[in-house]
């Protein structure tokens, strides 16, 4: 996938969560009621998922496992917070957690970098990411595009 190509569907998501859906020509257009997505924000989980993507609302309080997709490239859209993340480097003791899935507790190197709202972030699927300290609430979107 091209990296034209995916600021091109990162450019496309808020139009298609922000336009009515067109049942009559079946256009493929999806909206989200901002009721629906301040719900799922509460909890942090998935909005949408066809063939080719996934866009959630997550929300996190804490720090969590380092991340390596084997098929997925992630592109964040960060909403509310402040968050440090790191992305390369070499996962610790990875295991494999489902279908391209794999997990780990920690990272050794990679490029620490901080995350504030309005930031974008797109990470290649192959590359270990991992929340290593947040900030109180951080809310963002995730896109999955699958390779």
């Known amino acids: 996938m091209t990296f034209k190509r995916l600021l091109g569907l990162l450019l496309v998501v808020p139009v298609l969560v922000g336009i009515a859906a067109d049942r ?32 959630m609302a997550l929300r996190r ?32 003791q990875p295991h494999r957690t489902g279908p391209g899935e794999m997990r780990a507790g920690d990272l050794e190197g990679g490029q620490e970098r901080k995350l504030v709202k309005g930031d974008v972030l797109i990470i290649p699927n192959g590359v270990p990411h991992w929340f290593k300290k947040v900030d109180g609430t951080f809310l963002y979107y995730v896109v999955k595009v699958a390779k």
Do not use: C, M, W
Request: glycine content about 10%; overall charge negative.
């Open 24 to 55: 009559e020509s079946h256009s493929g257009v999806i909206q989200i009621d901002h009721d629906r997505v301040a719900a799922v924000f509460n909890q942090g989980g998935l909005l949408v998922a066809t063939n080719n993507f996934k866009v």
């Open 61 to 92: 309080d804490a720090p969590g496992e380092v991340e390596i997709h084997d098929y997925d490239t992630d592109i964040f859209y960060i909403v509310e917070g402040t968050a440090d993340f790191v992305t390369g480097g070499t996962a610790k």
